[in-house]
């Protein structure tokens, strides 16, 4: 497989996954490739699910109180540790 092919085959690898980029960290044998980051980071919910879950647009969760599940729109970035 020569240098042209090969980098071809990653861009549709990367290009067919539905969402958002995957998520790139540096570790010091090389780079890791993550399709979600999983944490406590902000994220944009892309929806919520009663009694108790934000889902995140990268497909992790969040339990949260239901008064905070009720508070919380879709499309806003939210704080949270998600898993």
Known sequence: MNA???CLGI???FS?????????EATPNGAVVRS???GVYTK???TKK??????????TICR???DRLRDTAANT???????
């Not at 009663?50 to 497909?59: F, K, N, Q, V």
Request: hydrophobic fraction near 45%.
């Open 4 to 6: 042209i092919t090969h």
């Open 11 to 13: 861009t549709v690898l």
């Open 16 to 24: 067919s996954c539905a969402g958002r980029p995957p998520v790139i």
């Open 36 to 38: 979600a980051r999983i």
């Open 44 to 46: 944009a919910v892309l």
């Open 50 to 59: 009663e009694p108790d879950t934000l889902i995140a647009d990268d497909g």
């Open 64 to 66: 949260v109180p239901p």
């Open 77 to 83: 970035l939210v704080y949270c540790n998600w898993q």
